[in-house]
């Protein structure tokens, strides 16, 4: 925000082979780039375009042509939604906003000369970098287990494929089977993302395979909205449901996949399906570009979103450690704004206005039994601290659940419409 | 009009604050009688009294300390039952407001009423509507200051003239859950509205009057000139 308006024409210069470089020298426009297609990017992206409305040139680099949501993808697990209804894809971001799509992985990022490098070859010069290339799994988070392991012991953390193949799996499970869930250790995306997940495995099964068992075996002492989720699994999926704490050795466990086994602290148990949910860290190009600190993660300016590596190398969503905002959707659309509102103001000279966030997480735990919590932020110079907040309360009525249900139905609407046009 | 407001204010004051012989005796709201003839704006819609039933409007025995839109057998409006279920209970304040203005307090109000706008007004009708609660004398007063009902929101927040950009930038974070183009479906449209309406509704999340969290939390920490960019820029949007 303090940062003066510059001239690109230096930059310019040296930019030759670039993908849609201007003809013409001195009508450069400011170029961003975006890495990362999913909540954050394709939000900033969006805002960017829309808000400059030609003065700045967004490109946005994405390897898939249809995003499928992580949001509600459990749901899909549950039955309450179709496969499809998860997928967005990218056409309006280009019909309605300009927006350059480059249908391919970056591969590298030269912050000196200001360049990425896609996995094609082509290579892209920017004025501001953005990347939110959401996650990747922490190596040897789980011994036993690896990503060439994930079609036999599936993740599905990043929505698609694995997310179609854990279904099929619970649905193929035999009677009286059992599931197990390892989930992840903080931090990781979407903090009540695997216990939303239980509720739904759990209300496939009562109706399916009502004598099937889940285990889940977890690390942390306490989890998000668990008053909430233990009440539920009480009341909905009573008798169904094991968890083992770090207490019982949820810490110390591995896997062997190809005999279908978990061993937790020495003892062994065979399981028909077995959702592994490793350790998280950035998604790797923001490693690539030496952004990460050793935790992984890529350490921010609360004010901005920018990297505090590098002012020109903003990072949002999951790949960002910013403070106190869960990983979720909420929250990468969230930033996404802060980081488009300053970028603009950097390149285009527009008005800077104060950070703002806020989010709220929904989690379904059974038919019409929905739940929230949320908070608002403010930036503080070390970190995004929390401000105020509220969760649902247990005891709640038929009535409200229903209606918080719904509403969450109406937050998929509109912050898809808002990430995607 | 405002003379009386004052005097009837200082007069509760006073009653509230004198020693032993008031003291297990709410203070008086207004004047109960004159309240009586006020009831006439309503009586066409709604009845009161031990005979009362249902009819245009849900009967208003007892209405004090009750959760809204909880009269059984009454056909609610979708957006009051839905302030009822957020726990939305009927106080003094609350019914300050939603009589000053029913629809800036529950947008969506099936109540075709356009107000009751004189403050004094108000206070001696529901110091009437209060002696048909249960144990009206138990009611406690609320706080004077609680008694400015949110359409009295002085002038000059009113006439604040928000900054466009501004309002742009503050609506990025309510689209994502409302949506830009006008979709209602679970969270409620807000484009389009007069200005002062949304200016009205924001105010009464701010202040807690209406009980929804996620809006209490958003309106809460916005300034009255952001809410007066954000009414600017929804008033206008037309996408
Ligand atoms: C089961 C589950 C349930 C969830 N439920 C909710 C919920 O209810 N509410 C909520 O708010 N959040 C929820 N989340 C969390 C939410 O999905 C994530 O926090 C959010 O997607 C993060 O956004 P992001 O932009 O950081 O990353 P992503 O959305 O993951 O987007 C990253 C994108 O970057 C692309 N990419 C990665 N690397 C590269 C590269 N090198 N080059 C080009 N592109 C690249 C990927 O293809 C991807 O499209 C849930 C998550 C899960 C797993």
Known sequence: MTMQRRQFLGTMAAAGAVLGAPAVFGQAKPRVVVIG????????????????????????????????????????LGGFRDFESLGHRYDKLASDHGITLARDMAAGVDRDAGTVTLAGGEMLFYDRLVIAPGIDFADGSVPGWDLSKAEIMPHAYKAGPQTQLLKAQVEAMPEGGTFCMIAPPNPYRCP??????????????????????????????????????????????????????????GD??????????????????????CNVIPGQRAGAIAEAAGVTDDTGWVPVNPHSMASRADPKVFVLGDASAQGDMPKSGFAANSQAKVAAMVIRAELSGSKAFPAKYSNTCWSLIATDDGVKVGASYEATDEKIASVDSFISQTGEDAALRKATYEESLGWYAGITADIFG | ??????????????????????????????????????????????????????????????????????????????????????????TLKT??????????????????????????????????????????????????????????LPPDILALKGDPA??????????????????????????????????????????????????????????????????????????
């Open chain 1, 37 to 76: 297609g999913g909540a954050g990017g394709a939000t900033c992206a969006r805002y960017i375009a829309r808000d400059s409305e030609g003065a700045i040139d967004v490109i946005l680099v994405e390897p898939s042509e249809v995003y499928y949501t992580c949001f509600f993808s459990n749901l899909y």
């Open chain 1, 192 to 249: 009540p993302g695997p216990y939303e997940r239980i509720s739904m495995v759990a209300h496939l099964l009562t109706q399916a395979n009502p004598s099937a068992k889940i285990l889940l075996v977890d690390p942390k002492e306490k989890y998000s909205k668990q008053g909430l989720f233990e009440e539920g699994w009480q009341r909905h999926y009573s008798g169904m449901i094991t968890r083992i704490g770090p207490d019982f050795g």
């Open chain 1, 252 to 273: 110390k466990v591995e896997v062997r996949p190809e005999a279908m086994e978990v061993v937790i602290d020495g003892e062994v148990e065979r399981v028909d399906v």
């Open chain 2, 1 to 90: 009009m405002a003379g009386r407001g004052a005097t009837c204010l200082a007069l509760c004051l006073a009653l509230a604050g004198a020693p032993g012989t008031t003291a297990l005796r709410a203070a008086e709201i207004g004047d109960a009688e004159r309240g009586a003839e006020i009831f006439g704006e309503c009586s066409g819609c709604h009845e009161i009294g031990p005979e009362a039933e249902n009819a245009i409007g849900p009967k208003l025995n007892g209405v004090f300390g009750r959760r809204a839109a909880a009269v059984d057998g009454f056909a609610y409006s979708k957006s009051l039952t839905r302030a009822g279920r957020d726990g939305l209970i009927w």
């Open chain 2, 95 to 152: 019914l300050d407001a939603y009589v000053a203005n029913p629809r800036t307090f529950a947008s969506g109000t099936r109540m075709s009423y356009p107000g009751l706008k004189d403050e004094t007004d108000r206070a001696d009708l529901l110091a009437f509507l209060r002696d048909y609660s249960d144990r009206p004398r138990d009611i406690p007063e609320a706080e004077p200051t609680a008694r400015r009902s949110l359409p009295e």
């Open chain 2, 166 to 239: 501004y309002g742009e930038y503050l609506a990025g974070e309510c689209q994502t859950c409302h949506r830009a183009d006008g979709g209602d479906a679970g969270i409620p449209s807000i484009t389009r509205w007069p200005e002062e309406d949304f200016v009205l509704a924001m105010h009464a999340y701010k202040q807690k009057l209406r009980p929804h969290p996620v809006m209490q939390m958003m309106a809460g920490r916005l300034a009255e000139e952001e809410i007066a960019a954000l009414a600017a820029y929804f008033a206008t949007l037309t996408e």
